[in-house]
Structures are given as C-alpha cells and as structure tokens.
C-alpha cells in the first residue's frame, strides 16, 4: 500500500507542478460555464442544464489530456518501460492516475458549484448536489480509459493532436456546450455514440431534468462504453508491452 | 560447477516482433539469431558488441519486456520476465528516462517503495553521489546527474541481479569513477552486474566475464582476459610518417589504426615488424610496445566473426 500511496503522490506532484496542464484543465470550463451561464442566460432551465452538462465538460479535461497525454509522454519517455520491471503491479500506476484526474475534476468542479450556488438562480437540494457531484465526479472514468487508449496507442505528439479531437468532439457531439436536441439528425445520431451525452443525460437526471432517455438506459449505456474502452486499454497495453 | 545467474540457449527474435523501423532499415530479418550466453552468479559481466549487434534487445528479452520467438531463457533460476523475479532484479535502461517534475529524492522515495528489501534512500544518495542536487528536479539536472539517479534507482531494490544498459554514457570522469567504484562494490556485496557498454574501458576495468556479440549471436564468451587473449599478436604504438596503407601491406601485421596523432600496429611478430618499420622511416617516434587492449581484441573478433569460433568457459 505503501507504493500506491506514494504512486499517488507523485503524480499529484507532477500536475501541480505542470501549469501548463493545471490553466486550460481547471479554469478553462469555470470560465466558460460563468461566461454562458451569468452572461448570456436568461432562464432556471438554461442554468441547470449549463451545470449538469459543464461538470461532465469539467471532468473531461483532466481525464482525456492528464492521461493521454501523460502517458504518451511517460511511455515516449521509457518510464513506462521502468514500470512494467518494477514489482509492483501496473494497475497501481493507472490507479494513482486515476485518483489524481478525479482530484483534479473535483476542483474544476468546486468553482462551478460555488458559480452555480451563489451567484445563479439554481436552486438544489443537498442529495441533489451529492448526486450531481457523484455523477459528475464518475464521468471522468469512461474519459480516463478514453485517454488511457490514446496514450497507450499514440506517441506524444500524436496524443496532443489526438486528445484535443477528441476532447472537441466529446463536447460538441455530446451536448455539453449547446443542447443535443437542437443539432441535425446525423448530429443528434452521432450523439448516441458519445458516453458525454449519456453522461450529460444521467447528470440532468439527478438535478430533476428531464433527458431523451431513461437514466438507467444512460447507464447500461455508458457501462458498455465503458467495457469496450477497458478493453481497448488492455488491448493498447499489452501492445505497448 | 559455478552456478549461473543466467542462461540463454538459442534465442530467436525478429525485428517484425517489435518494430517495423528495424527491419526496413536493416534488411536483417533477426534481432536475436540463436543467442546463447551464459552468465556466472556473483562478478561483473561485460556485453560488448557494436551498435544493433543485439545487446539492449536481450536484455529486453531477460526483463520480459520483449518475447523471443524461440530459445530458453532463465534469470536467476527462474523464466524470464517471471512476476517472483522482479523483487530481485534490477536494471538501468539506454532511453528510459525518468518523470522531469520529480527531484531525485521524490523518485527514490517512490522506487525505494516498490522494494520489499529496499536501501535507505540516504545510503543510496551517498553512495551514488546525488547529495548535491538531490533535492532539484530531475529536468534540471545534467545528463551525467541523470544518469546517476537513474543508476541509483535501479539499485533501490538491493538486487540480486542487475542490468546496467550502456551505464557510463554521458557521465564526465569523476561520476564514471564514482559510478565503476559503486558497480563494484554491488559485485563485492554479492549481486551480479550485467553491462553493456560502448566504452570497451569500462568494461576492462570492471568485467570478471565478458560476452561480445555481434548480429544477434554470441562470438566469444570468458573471463575478460581469455577474450583479450583472443587477439593474438602485440601491438606496436607509434608516431610515423608511414601511410597506413604501406603499414598494412607489411605481411606481419594484421590491423592498423590511427589513434590522434599515433598509429596502432596489431602484428604477429613485433621484432620484424619494427625492424621494417624503422627501416621505411628512421625518423619514428613515440614508440611503444604492449599487449592488445580489449579494444583490439574485440575489433579482431568482429572483423573475423565469420570464422571466429566462439571460446567458451
């Protein structure tokens, strides 16, 4: 445990210690989330789907570019090849990964939340809050296996490029910057494909909003995603290995 | 018999196994091409061979990094790559780096960590010479620093067995001392060192054993001075106006080369062989007379590796 403890450490170390990862990840959504949610909203409705779906566009970051990209480099770098000779197990290095994205999706989140709470019309009971954040706080797993894939697969110039596409497209495609119901039928297609959308959905579920599906049908779908990205991380991995 | 911290018997690799880049640009289908090499527990043992010839591929294949496509291969009693092995092995790779936002200290801290049996971070600061900038980050540090950290993290684990991947590569004289001083003492404490490097020097000073290699196959394995004995002959070091061309012609002499301003002459027989060269200049100076160095006998094994018959002890 010791080892894990410390795997966690220095990565926490090595983000804090990256601004250049640090600026665009963590100020970047509370930036736009006060730009589209104080300034250019003028409805409740409006406001709760702008905090549902930029926690999950907050969570996103950390989780496609800390990973993709972090990896791209540490593998380029032959860390990796360090790690898979060293004793301990290599899921204790994606798991220390993992615990970092999702401390870093928190506190891209803590500013939207205080945005949201203090200085908008939302108002949430706490078991919504604890909801929405649980919920929002998850979504950077099925992204993180996204990023894990790319890092895995792709050096580190080709996971910048990589993780920036997909990171758009996430967003876009997923609904999380103008509402899917509002794209053309390809695009609204598209959308289905995406774990953003799903994600969007189960997060507007849990501030009482209605989605186009069921929270459980998001669910189910976002396991699936989830499943096939793991499997294409282990496939990546063993690859790489 | 001694008991061997090592054995490989008929290792067969290709480059397709691992990478495209290889096999276009060598027209080599074969990284490794029936590989076998034994290596005694305990000592130093040097890998020698030029660049391709197969060294880091192995010591791939020892750390379970790559697959063969055939052969055996035992590490400490055990196959290679074996999970039960890695808590006794260690190994310092040619292009794997360290994380640039840790300092030296915060790496050890984490690699002490994955050891069972690990040095005390401060024992291994010392011993690697890393006091003075422990404490910075590891992006900040020279090439040479780097190395020593990456050196002193391949021995946090106290092993065994350790891989030392062309180890003196960019350290300056007094870190490649403190760094043969350190492999040393390892040996003496009981592990065994594996090392490949280009710089036949070190591996005359430290190897007990030494194994060269050449396209993927071994050419010549023993104590260090059986395979410097491999190049029969003396060699007459000198200054002269002699062209090379000339020198070689002469039929006691079996390889030249220039070293700075002096000329080395591997001959047969150095009597005769002054005796034609003092009669082709007069004028010759800065004459001296010795036994081959490592280095000759490592070029003479290349250079008849076609025919060479590999001596093995």
């Known amino acids: ?241 | 018999m001694k008991p061997t911290a090592l054995i490989s018997k008929n290792l067969q690799l290709n480059y397709n196994n691992y990478s495209n880049n290889y096999s276009k640009n060598k027209g080599d289908s074969k990284a490794l091409n029936g590989l076998s090499l034994t290596v005694p527990e305990g000592g130093i043992t040097a890998i020698l061979g030029s660049n391709g010839a197969g060294k880091t591929t192995f010591i791939k294949c020892a750390l379970g990094l790559l697959q063969t496509n055939s052969g055996s291969l035992q590490v400490l009693g055990q196959p290679a790559g074996g999970k039960r092995l890695k808590q006794h092995v260690g190994a310092m790779m040619q292009g794997a780096d360290l994380p640039d936002l840790l300092s030296a200290r915060e790496h050890l801290t984490l690699v002490c960590s994955y050891y069972q049996n690990a040095s005390p971070i401060a024992q291994l600061i010392e011993q690697c010479g890393l006091s003075d900038f422990v404490d910075k980050r590891y992006k900040t540090l020279s090439d040479g620093q780097k190395r020593r950290v990456q050196f002193a993290a391949a021995i946090a684990g106290r092993p065994k067995l350790i891989f030392l991947d062309e180890p003196t590569t960019g350290l300056d004289l007094k870190a490649r001392q403190i760094l043969w001083n350190t492999i040393r003492n390892l040996s003496q404490n009981g592990s065994t060192v594996i090392l490949t490097t280009h710089y036949l020097a070190d591996a005359d000073a430290l190897a007990d054993h030494t194994i060269v290699i050449n396209k993927g196959k071994t050419i010549a394995q023993g104590t260090t001075d059986n395979v410097r004995n491999i190049a029969s002959g003396t060699v007459i070091r000198c200054q002269t106006y002699i062209s090379q061309r000339t020198i070689k012609s002469l039929p006691t002499v079996k390889s030249v080369n220039t070293s700075g301003r002096l000329i080395d002459i591997l001959c047969n027989d150095s009597n005769t062989t002054l005796k034609m060269l003092l009669e082709l200049d007069p004028h010759l100076s800065d004459l001296t007379v010795s036994t081959p160095s490592l280095d000759q006998a490592f070029e003479q094994l290349l250079n008849n590796c076609s025919t060479t018959q590999g001596l093995t002890q």
């Not at chain 1, 895995?152 to 990171?167: C, K, Q």
């Not at chain 1, 994600?199 to 599906?213: C, D, P, R």
């Open chain 1, 1 to 241: 445990m010791m080892a894990l403890k410390n795997e966690i450490g220095a990565e926490i170390l090595k983000a804090i210690r990256a601004p250049e990862f640090i600026a665009p990840t963590l100020l970047m959504p509370c930036a736009f989330y006060a730009l589209f949610s104080l300034v250019f909203n003028n409805s409740t409705n409006n406001s709760l789907y702008l905090l549902a779906t930029y926690g999950v566009f907050a969570a996103m970051g950390p989780a496609i570019f800390g990973f993709g990209i972090g990896i791209a480099t540490e593998r380029d770098r032959g860390w990796l090849q360090l790690k898979q000779i060293a004793p301990t197990p290599a899921y204790y290095y994606i798991a220390a990964k993992l615990v970092t994205t999702m401390l870093f999706a928190a506190c891209a989140l803590m500013p939207i939340y205080l945005i949201a709470g203090f200085a908008s019309d939302i108002t949430l009971t706490q078991s919504n809050w604890v909801s929405l954040f649980a919920v929002h706080i998850s979504s950077a797993i099925p992204f993180a296996l996204i990023g894990l894939s790319l890092g895995l697969m792709f050096s580190t110039n080709g996971a910048i490029a990589v993780s920036n596409i997909i990171f758009l497209s996430l967003a876009i495609f997923g609904g999380l910057w103008v509402p899917a119901f509002v794209f053309s039928s390809w695009m609204q297609t598209l959308a289905l494909f995406t774990p953003s959308y799903h994600l969007a959905e189960l997060a507007l579920s849990t501030v009482n909003a209605t989605g186009e599906y069921t929270p459980i049908t998001n669910l189910l779908t976002i396991t699936m995603m989830s499943i096939l990205l793991t499997v294409l991380a282990i496939w990546a991995w063993s690859k790489g290995h």
